[in-house]
């Protein structure tokens, strides 16, 4: 009997426990663990103000264990304190996804790095040639070009010029190099300086050269004034449109369009990006192939606008012959060098050749008169005694 109890006692426990494991292990918790049904638990997104190292709870779970997320699809990830996306808990990884680093910052963030795009720098001039070798505007421009040369730039630029007609010029040259050195953290920088360089000049007195540098002064000081404290290096561009296109402009000859050997004409030179003295000096012009023995005549100069006056070479050795043979009659085209600068005007003006004087009438012996000379008609008359 009391054997019997047991056995009935034992099964009692065993059908319980299978009781148990059905309830356990039924259709809603076969889904729940397979991960593929309604009874899946979900996480919640972590709070801005907790995460995973300071001690507060991602999610809702209470187990020891972090909870898995279902890899049967995609799950976005919760949002950490700080913006970033923090990675879920996953078995595997999604196979349909990957990962890609997040957007490098076009400004500063909040303990973030400073990346910021350095503002332009001068365009090539051209080079001038500088055959004297004295400190000008063209040239300082040149030496400017260099950002790591600023300082030495800014040294030779005279405190006060002398030549009021580039005053301008100085002033935003001057402006520009204390803006380089400023912007690159370098001492000598200073934008009070480089305020008063853009804003005491005035565009229409300068050379191709110095708009060019007034316009870069300009993206410096906005540059500065959208980031007072931010500081980047420079670089000078390696190609891309020249400051200046020299060229000749108006070849002036009078109205008819002609002219002949020995008359002069005047010739406009636009986009000069070098001295007009230099020029003067060391400058060679040729009219129809044929070089001018005469130099050119400054007759005005104003910023990158040059005119000159040249003498019509012709043949012979009077004062506006050339060197060469004669030039031809007809459509000639005139050619302005210095160093390797050219400036050609094609079809300048048309070559016409030179007047002939009226011939004179032959006068021959007078009557009575066997000397042979010529005497003046009015003389003939004159009464013998």
């Not at 040259?173 to 690159?184: D, F, I, P």
């Not at 050609?344 to 070559?351: P, Q």
Request: hydrophobic share 35%; net charge negative; aromatic share 4%.
């Amino acid at each position: 009997m009391a054997v019997s109890l047991g056995v009935r006692v034992s099964g009692l426990f065993v059908i319980g426990a299978v009781a148990v494991a059905a309830a356990a292990f039924g259709p809603a918790g076969d889904d729940a663990a397979r991960g593929n049904g309604s009874g899946a638990r979900s996480v919640a997104p972590t709070s801005p103000s907790s995460s995973p190292g300071d001690g507060g709870e991602i999610g809702t779970a209470t187990s020891a264990a972090p909870p898995r997320i279902p890899h049967s699809g995609n799950v976005a990830s919760p949002k950490g304190a700080g913006g970033s996306e923090v990675p879920g808990d996953t078995e595997t990884p999604v196979p349909s996804r990957t990962p890609v680093a997040p957007p490098t910052p076009s400004r500063t963030g909040p303990g973030g790095p400073t990346l910021l795009t350095a503002p332009d720098w001068l365009p090539p001039g051209p080079v001038s040639p500088d055959s004297d070798g004295a400190t000008d505007p063209a040239a300082v421009y040149d030496d400017l070009r260099s950002p790591d040369r600023c300082a030495d730039a800014r040294n030779l630029i005279p405190a006060a010029p002398g030549d009021s007609a580039s005053a301008d010029e100085w002033r935003v040259l001057r402006g520009l190099a204390a803006a380089c050195l400023a912007v690159q953290g370098r001492g000598g920088g200073d934008w009070g300086v480089a305020g008063a360089g853009w804003s005491g000049s005035a565009g229409d007195t300068l050379s191709c050269k110095g708009r060019a540098a007034r316009q870069i002064l300009g993206g410096l000081l906005d540059f500065h004034r959208r980031h007072p404290t931010a500081t980047v290096p420079l670089e000078a561009p390696s190609g891309g449109k020249s400051a200046c296109a020299y060229g000749i402009g108006v070849v002036d000859v009078g109205g008819d369009g002609e002219a002949a050997p020995g008359d002069t004409v005047s010739v406009e030179l636009r986009g000069a990006y070098f001295d007009a003295a230099e020029l003067l000096r060391d400058g060679d012009v040729f009219i129809g192939g044929q070089q001018v023995v005469q130099p050119p005549v400054l007759v005005s100069a104003s910023g990158e606008r040059i005119v000159v006056s040249v003498v019509v070479p012709g043949s012979g050795t009077g004062p506006g012959a050339g060197s060469g043979p004669p030039v031809s009659a007809g459509p000639v085209d005139l050619l302005v060098r210095y160093g390797t600068a050219e400036a050609v005007k094609k079809d300048a003006f048309l070559l016409v050749p030179p007047e002939v004087p009226p011939e004179q009438e032959p006068v021959g012996p007078s009557p009575g008169n066997g000397t042979g000379s010529a005497a003046p008609q009015r003389h003939q008359d004159r009464p013998h005694r």
